[in-house]
């Protein structure tokens, strides 16, 4: 007869400071990449014009499916282009990584048709491939017409929540992280060389903060994706029609960092359970980390599970609570 031992843990942590803000924008979310948790939101569900921000998904689709070392040759799709440009010139000859550094860091809108017909051979296989993935990502409210964000003709629709989706998947992506936080980029081609300065304020006046992407459109107004980093707690924070965006998203950082902290729940270094209870030796191969307020704080409630009977290696299930709601899980083993 198969025995379950059960163990209820309650957790207690030391509280941290806060202190209050304004929000500038029609529409924000604050999300920790790390677990996905919501620490911030404004209206987050909002559908709304994106400019540029869209770029992100160009960016990454791009990465996922393209030869970042192929050559790309300049076609007459960058003719079509206005707004903010990397100026390629048809015929041109540049790298598709070269490519993608130009449309985050500067927001090229020619480079990003010349990058979606070099990895998909047209504009239109492309923007398929970005809805694909905002459908993967869970992005419900989000439609993709076009790869660059301008909205005169076609118009791309999101939301402040569906974007943080985005970014913190971004994020994971080691070359988007290191693209989107680079500073100063240098491009040598057979007609020109580029000097590409990052367009996002926040990451050359915000020490925090390691990447994101700029827009702006007539219609769209000021949006802005960023994240940042602070003792362990990495967040991104999505503004949409944002007023005043670099200080929104800076004061917003300064606001959640105050407040929230990267607790480690369980750890894997220190995880045991009282002999009287269970006899053999367990281990879980994975910390738990979580973001808490003070509030929050003695809120903590970890239920262990263990089948005492089994006689495979998993043996049991620690259950991560915040009050009632469940917000992780960890298997336990036996050596």
């Known amino acids: ?3 379950i031992l059960i163990i209820v843990l309650l957790i207690f942590i030391i509280p941290i400071n806060t202190f209050a803000y304004e929000d500038s924008s029609r529409s924000s979310i604050v999300m920790d990449i790390n677990s996905g948790r919501i620490l911030y939101r404004n ?15 160009t960016a990454i689709v791009a ?7 192929k050559k790309v040759k300049v076609g007459n799709e960058v003719l079509k282009m206005y707004g903010t440009n990397i100026y390629t010139e048809v015929g041109e000859v540049i790298k598709l990584e070269d490519l993608i550094y130009g449309l985050l860091l500067r927001s090229g809108n020619d480079a990003s048709v010349t990058i979606a017909k070099s990895v998909s051979e047209s504009e239109e296989k492309f923007i398929q491939l970005m809805n694909n993935k905002a459908k993967e990502l869970g992005m419900e409210s989000t439609v993709f017409k076009n790869p ?32 989107s936080s680079t500073k100063k980029y240098e ?11 990052n367009r996002n304020k926040l990451l050359l006046n915000y020490d925090k903060c390691t990447g994101g992407k ?17 003792n362990g707690l990495n967040l991104t924070i999505v503004s949409l029609k944002d007023n005043n965006p670099y200080d929104n998203h800076e004061q917003l950082y300064k606001y959640i960092f105050s407040k929230y902290k990267n607790y480690e729940i369980i750890s894997k270094n220190n995880f045991k359970i009282d002999k009287t209870f269970y006899n053999k030796k367990l281990y879980i191969k994975k910390s738990f980390y ?3 307020s003070k509030e929050e704080l003695n809120n903590i409630k970890t239920i262990v599970s263990i089948d005492t009977s089994s006689t495979n290696k998993k043996v049991g299930l620690i259950n991560i609570y915040l009050k009632d709601k469940k917000i992780g899980k960890i298997n336990i083993y036996k050596k």
């Open 1 to 3: 007869m198969k025995k």
């Open 43 to 57: 209206n987050e569900n909002e559908k709304r014009l994106i400019a540029s921000i869209t770029k992100i998904m």
């Open 63 to 69: 990465i996922e499916n393209g030869n970042l070392n």
């Open 148 to 179: 660059h964000g301008l909205d005169e003709v076609t118009k791309n629709y999101s939301t402040a929540k569906d974007m943080a989706i985005l970014s913190r998947y971004a994020y994971k992506n080691k070359i988007y992280r290191k693209i």
């Open 187 to 197: 491009v040598k081609t057979e007609n020109k060389t580029y000097l590409w300065y």
């Open 214 to 230: 700029n827009g702006y459109t007539p219609s769209a107004g000021k949006t802005l994706v960023t994240t940042a980093t602070n």
């Open 290 to 292: 979580y973001p808490l």
